[in-house]
């Protein structure tokens, strides 16, 4: 069995009918629902957290991002390529300075 503790979302397509996304400097998340096709997503994964960023497209093709929140819900499919690194450790401390848990990298 693998342990999950150091990996990153390196690609990944499809599509979502419900998007729950965190946008830029706002404290609460939005609920969309409709068809969006994902542009990408990007982030670590590690035991301490998840920290992944969004960016889907509506029918006009208009392109919308931020960090991705539980919620969201698959439409068909979504294809996500995770890599993963035997070298590292992801781990997430709390900063003072900022106020979240960031990401903290040891080898």
Do not use: C, W
């Amino acid at each position: 069995m693998y342990l999950i503790t150091s990996e990153t979302a390196v690609s990944a397509i499809g599509s979502l009918k419900k998007a729950t996304i965190r946008f830029a400097n706002r404290e609460n998340s939005t609920v969309l629902e409709d068809k969006f096709e994902i542009i990408t997503l990007n982030g670590t994964i590690a035991i301490a957290g998840v920290h992944l960023h969004i960016a889907i497209a509506d029918k006009q093709g208009k392109t919308i991002g931020g960090h991705l929140v539980n919620g969201s819900i698959i439409y068909t499919t979504a294809e996500i390529v995770i890599g993963a690194s035997e070298e590292f450790t992801f781990n997430r401390t709390f900063d003072e300075q900022t106020g979240y848990q960031e990401l903290e990298i040891d080898m």
